[in-house]
């Protein structure tokens, strides 16, 4: 069985300069997240999906940061302009639904210069 | 607010050593552990998780961890470290009204031969 699969691995780009990173989680699994992680800390929630629907989205920085789970399987994340300090690794995961077990992908390693 | 703590910023063992990492968390409910472990350039892997009955967990790679209800802690630990374990390890626990995971902010592991 396929984990969650995330691209690009890795993404350099120049301030003000938009990105965006694409997840597919593993098949069958209804809840996904995407997780921010900056260098030396724990990763923390950025947004929750159930299926289509963005029920925890409070630590999504909304001027700069969007997302969207079309037909409740792959997601994007959007950042427009990206500043330096969203360098970080933005880790995408699902479960098969509420208290299970949250599997996560491999990053996208984003450097902003 | 539920939180979790890992002491121990970096540890440093001798390959064929034993190995325990520290993780005490604060949940009002049963909490829903996990350690998962993130080598150089890599996601999270799931190593083992507790969510309820025997109260040492076996994992994968010869880890295993024991919760501690009366200590708060759910601390890991592998009888012989190998050189291929040197990575970050992270504990964390399942909000179960939220489906959200919090996490400590990991421990770094050097393996010396």
């Known amino acids: 069985e396929a984990g969650v699969v995330q691209s690009p691995r890795y993404k350099i780009i120049e301030k003000k300069q938009p990105v965006a990173f694409w997840c597919n989680p593993i098949?069958?699994?209804?809840?996904l997240y995407w997780y921010l992680q900056n260098l030396g800390q724990g990763p923390e929630l950025l947004i929750r999906y159930e299926n289509e629907e963005a029920v925890d989205d409070s630590q999504l920085p909304k001027d700069r940061f969007s997302a969207e789970r079309l037909k409740g399987v792959d997601s994007t994340l959007k950042i427009q302009p990206a500043e330096l300090g969203d360098s970080a690794v933005y880790l995408c995961?699902?479960?098969?639904?509420?208290?299970?077990?949250?599997?996560f992908g491999e990053g996208s390693w984003l450097t902003v210069v | 607010a539920q939180s979790v703590t890992q002491p121990d910023i970096h540890i440093t063992v001798s390959e064929g050593a034993s190995l325990e990492l520290r993780c005490n968390y604060s949940?009002?409910?049963?909490?829903?552990l996990f350690w998962y472990v993130q080598s150089p350039g890599q996601g999270l892997q799931l190593l083992l998780k507790?969510?309820?009955?025997?109260?040492l967990v076996q994992g994968i790679k010869g880890f295993e961890a024991e919760f501690k209800r009366s200590q708060s802690s759910f601390n890991l630990r592998k009888p012989s470290v190998h050189w291929s374990d040197a990575a970050e390890y992270f504990c964390?626990?399942?909000?179960?009204?939220?489906?959200?995971?919090?996490f400590g902010t990991g421990t770094r592991l050097t393996v010396i031969p």
């Open positions: 098949s069958g699994h209804n809840t």
């Open positions: 964390a626990v399942l909000e179960t009204g939220a489906n959200n995971l919090f």
């Open positions: 995961a699902s479960s098969a639904r509420a208290g299970n077990t949250i599997y």
């Open positions: 507790y969510f309820s009955g025997d109260t």
């Open positions: 949940y009002g409910a049963t909490p829903y």
